[in-house]
């Protein structure tokens, strides 16, 4: 059981906390086939032979409290269309695929949440691996809503498969600061679970504030953007498979840099060019806040 306080209105919590993997999603599989594996922030937490059951701080069984807003805002909506897309592979189209994009999203975005207790880590701590997002940012997630500069894709493993993935340049996103109270520090989640066809359904979430990335793995066909540009039809069953080994090339696409970036009021980041580079570039400051002498051009 979690203890501790609400991660979204700070009350304290004395129930059982928030399933970030409801029932109705881990009975999808019977108990000796439940594998899936995931890494946070470039570091791999676990291969598991079975879903762990992870429990994060969240107040209230009731409709009207933190626990009851999650499951009528994203579970109610999604459990049909997860149900056709990894349950049985089918086409997911319109409305469900928003459902879907946005319940995964969502249920990633806690499930690295540095409060979350997994079970199948018997207690041991996640050694610091998390996406540590502030109370403000979480809340709006009571209404359905998810944070900005969020970003979702979906992919598809076969482990029997050759591995497909090319060379890619690791994206190294910075922390970022603006005097409006607007950036943070980037991280990244990779899941996945296995499907009944023997394969792997893979979703990649990146949190990269005040900074525009592009996956490397979309121009290929191997990496599929979910959330916040969702697309209209989605059939997992004809995407492009990637191999075994490619799960490791998307646990390093992203990393983080260990700078910060002071940026002007209204300013974003694109990138990288290149370099490596991202523009427009702000004040280069180091994490200990001490000026950077680099220059800009």
Request: aromatic letters at 8%; one cysteine or more; hydrophobic letters at 40%.
């Amino acid at each position: 059981m979690p203890k501790g306080p609400c991660v979204f209105c700070g009350a304290e919590v004395t129930g059982q906390g928030e399933h970030v993997w409801p029932s109705w999603f881990l009975k999808r599989w019977p108990n000796s086939d439940r594998f899936y594996r995931m890494v946070l922030n470039g570091l791999p937490l676990q291969e598991f032979d079975h879903i762990s059951r992870v429990m994060l701080p969240v107040c209230g069984d009731n409709r009207s409290d933190c626990n009851g807003k999650l499951n009528s805002a994203f579970e109610q909506a999604a459990k049909e269309p997860v149900r056709k897309a990894l349950d049985r592979f089918e086409v997911v189209e319109g409305p469900e695929v928003m459902a879907f994009a946005k319940w995964a999203a969502k249920s990633l975005l806690l499930h690295a949440h540095p409060s979350s207790t997994y079970s199948s880590l018997q207690g041991h701590a996640k050694r610091g691996q998390s996406l540590d997002l502030h109370r403000g940012a979480l809340t709006p997630l009571l209404n359905g809503a998810l944070p900005g500069d969020l970003t979702l894709w979906v992919g598809v493993l076969d482990r029997r498969a050759p591995n497909v993935a090319p060379p890619i340049q690791r994206v190294e996103l910075p922390i970022t600061f603006r005097s409006d109270g607007a950036g943070g520090s980037p991280g990244s989640a990779v899941v996945a679970f296995n499907v009944p066809n023997g394969k792997e359904v893979v979703f990649h979430l990146a949190f990269h504030p005040l900074v525009d990335v592009v996956h490397p793995l979309v121009a290929d066909g191997l990496m599929t953007e979910l959330w916040p540009r969702v697309p209209d039809r989605l059939e997992l069953s004809a995407h492009r498979v990637m191999g075994a080994r490619d799960f490791d090339v998307l646990g390093v696409v992203f990393g983080q840099e260990p700078t910060c970036m002071q940026l002007e009021d209204g300013e974003r980041l694109s990138g990288p060019d290149p370099m490596g580079n991202y523009l427009p570039m702000g004040n280069y400051v180091t994490a200990h806040g001490l000026a950077d002498p680099r220059l800009r051009e």
